[in-house]
């Protein structure tokens, strides 16, 4: 399904509620291929983000996902972060070369009153920082979405004790990455 929201192209692959073992992963590698000048606004990019803390890990990225016999396969492949962070630059994809399509996962937390779980992001815009769901890129030594979502919610809130029963609300793609959005419910209240 495709829509076209203020002159920006989502494609949503799944809306609805599923859980996660009706989720088939299959490695499919993906040929990257970068210009001459697409390196080097990769090491450009990448040198500023370094010097800042940031880790170069291996990422999971979609490559396609295909409904099949009541199970949603989704084709994979690694990609690094530094891919990641040019993906969306304008100079960039006028290289016509490899783009990251890496995954996020943000995360729902749904306690027992009902309630839910935001959090504030390390990032300020208008000099304000704004509040985000608890979630982040989808990681390599994370291998299922529940991996991540756990590591993430221990990372960011310590809570990783008190949650169960995920599920996966929706998986979408928007300017070269994908969303793959989940709820799970925490056994304490707000």
């Excluded at 992963?25 to 990019?45: G, Q, S």
């Excluded at 396609?64 to 100079?91: H, M, N, Q, W």
């Amino acid at each position: 399904m495709y829509l076209k929201i203020k002159d920006m192209d989502y494609r949503v692959y799944f809306q609805g509620q599923i859980n996660e073992d009706k989720i088939k992963l299959l490695y499919t590698p993906k040929e990257k291929f970068f210009t001459e000048r697409a390196e080097n606004i990769i090491k450009e990019r990448w040198a500023i983000r370094e010097k800042e803390g940031a880790y170069d890990g291996n990422l999971i990225e979609l490559i396609d996902c295909i409904e099949y016999d009541g199970y949603l396969k989704l084709c994979f492949d690694y990609t690094k972060y530094r891919f990641s962070l040019v993906a969306r630059d304008v100079e960039y994809q006028k290289e016509n070369c490899y783009l990251s399509n890496h995954i996020a996962i943000p995360t729902v937390i749904k306690t027992v009153d009902n309630k839910f779980m935001f959090i504030t992001s390390k990032q300020i815009r208008n000099g304000k920082y704004h509040w985000k769901f608890v979630g982040g890129y989808w990681e390599k030594e994370a291998p299922t979405i529940c991996n991540n979502v756990l590591k993430e919610i221990e990372e960011e809130v310590g809570l990783s004790k008190f949650v169960n029963n995920l599920k996966i609300i929706g998986i979408s793609e928007r300017d070269h990455s994908t969303c793959i959005s989940t709820v799970i419910d925490c056994s304490l209240s707000s």
